[in-house]
């Protein structure tokens, strides 16, 4: 079991009202939280990370306004750092899994 205090869970969602209930439910858990709200955002937030980039974990709505999630994941993947970062993907359309399956951007999708 790992212990949860000692990750970080940067959340991209674009919905304020989905956004505060996962961000709710994570820091119940003990998961230190960084909001965003577009893809720009997550992308700004995650290279600014100064922790240890192992402890993070991603989850981003594909669909968002300024940059899509899978765009803005695709992209810090580039950097070294990130190519051991958890990232999750979410979407309410099943298509979204499936368009960036092939190119590796998720670790694991979630249905919303």
């Given at each position: 079991?790992?212990?949860?205090?000692?990750?970080?869970v940067l959340i991209a969602e674009d919905?304020?009202?989905?956004?505060?209930?996962?961000?709710?439910?994570?820091?119940?858990?003990?998961?230190?939280?960084?909001?965003?709200?577009?893809?720009?955002?997550?992308?700004?937030?995650?290279?600014?990370?100064?922790?240890?980039?192992?402890?993070?974990?991603?989850?981003?709505?594909?669909?968002?306004?300024?940059?899509?999630?899978?765009?803005?994941?695709?992209?810090?993947?580039?950097?070294?750092?990130?190519?051991?970062?958890?990232?999750?993907?979410?979407?309410?359309?099943?298509?979204?899994?499936?368009?960036?399956?092939?190119?590796?951007?998720?670790?694991?999708?979630?249905?919303?």
């Open positions: 079991m790992i212990n949860t205090n000692d990750y970080t919905n304020f009202e989905l956004r505060n209930d996962f961000a709710g439910l994570l820091c119940e858990k003990g998961f230190e939280v960084i909001e965003c709200c577009d893809g720009e955002e997550l992308y700004e937030k995650a290279l600014n990370f100064n922790k240890d980039f192992n402890r993070l974990i991603i989850l981003s709505d594909t669909d968002m306004p300024r940059l899509y999630g899978d765009e803005a994941c695709y992209e810090l993947l580039k950097d070294k750092r990130f190519r051991e970062v958890i990232i999750i993907g979410m979407s309410d359309n099943p298509s979204n899994e499936n368009m960036w399956k092939d190119i590796g951007v998720w670790n694991s999708f979630i249905f919303k």
